[in-house]
């Protein structure tokens, strides 16, 4: 059986500035935390929103595999991801938020190995543009902290995107970031 869920109030240590009297869970969604990780990745401002819709779909079809972050039963971030079905032992990660107002605390670090860890996946796929220094910092830290390797190529490039309506630019390239072998 999977461990799902972790509570913890937040330590005062360097990894984690102290907010010693937050409670921090960090689960896996349900179909009434749909709202809120659409809510979180429209007020990033820079993801891709995708419809409520979606996100309600993926709560209750890949919840498995998606972990919400809660700061005082305050949804602060989330995680989406599945398995390939061509290749279970990948995760793939596709979105990664944390509201703006809780960043640089490592919590999309500890959500990260959550997820990572109730996947039990061997092999972490997911994308990005190469102007996020914060993803490439984040799946890079993964690496680090699973003693292995991230590695780069070209996945979606900027051709395979239609031209935005108003400006007709392209959305820019989706780098292909692998992390391997994961720690199990
Ligand atoms: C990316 C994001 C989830 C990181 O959340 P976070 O909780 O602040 O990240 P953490 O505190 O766990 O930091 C993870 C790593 O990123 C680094 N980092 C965080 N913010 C950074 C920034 N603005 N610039 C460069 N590095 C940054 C941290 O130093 C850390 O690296 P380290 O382990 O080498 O010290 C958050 O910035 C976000 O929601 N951004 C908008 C949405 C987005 O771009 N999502 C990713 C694409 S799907």
Do not use: C
């Given at each position: 059986?999977?461990?799902?869920?972790?509570?913890?109030?937040?330590?005062?240590?360097?990894?984690?500035?102290?907010?010693?009297?937050?409670?921090?869970?960090?689960?896996?969604?349900?179909?009434?935390?749909?709202?809120?990780?659409?809510?979180?990745?429209?007020?990033?401002?820079?993801?891709?929103?995708?419809?409520p819709y979606a996100y309600l779909l993926w709560a209750r079809d890949f919840a498995?595999?998606?972990?919400?972050?809660?700061?005082?039963?305050?949804?602060?971030?989330?995680?989406?991801?599945?398995?390939?079905?061509?290749?279970?032992?990948?995760?793939?990660?596709?979105?990664?938020?944390?509201?703006?107002?809780?960043?640089?605390?490592?919590?999309?670090?500890?959500?990260?190995?959550?997820?990572?860890?109730?996947?039990?996946?061997?092999?972490?796929?997911?994308?990005?543009?190469?102007?996020?220094?914060?993803?490439?910092?984040?799946?890079?830290?993964?690496?680090?902290?699973?003693?292995?390797?991230?590695?780069?190529?070209?996945?979606?490039?900027?051709?395979?995107?239609?031209?935005?309506?108003?400006?007709?630019?392209?959305?820019?390239?989706?780098?292909?970031?692998?992390?391997?072998?994961?720690?199990?």
């Amino acid at each position: 059986m999977l461990s799902l869920t972790s509570v913890e109030a937040m330590s005062n240590s360097a990894d984690s500035p102290a907010h010693n009297s937050e409670t921090i869970e960090i689960r896996t969604p349900s179909l009434t935390d749909g709202a809120d990780l659409w809510r979180i990745a429209e007020g990033t401002g820079v993801l891709d929103v995708n419809t409520p819709y979606a996100y309600l779909l993926w709560a209750r079809d890949f919840a498995e595999t998606s972990v919400i972050a809660t700061v005082d039963g305050e949804a602060a971030g989330f995680i989406s991801g599945y398995l390939k079905p061509t290749d279970p032992s990948t995760l793939f990660i596709w979105q990664v938020a944390v509201d703006s107002r809780f960043r640089g605390r490592r919590l999309a670090s500890r959500v990260l190995a959550q997820v990572v860890a109730n996947s039990g996946a061997g092999r972490l796929e997911t994308t990005i543009t190469s102007d996020n220094a914060a993803s490439i910092a984040l799946f890079t830290g993964l690496a680090r902290d699973h003693g292995t390797e991230i590695t780069k190529q070209d996945l979606f490039t900027e051709d395979l995107f239609p031209p935005q309506e108003e400006s007709g630019e392209h959305h820019a390239a989706e780098d292909l970031y692998t992390v391997e072998p994961l720690k199990r």
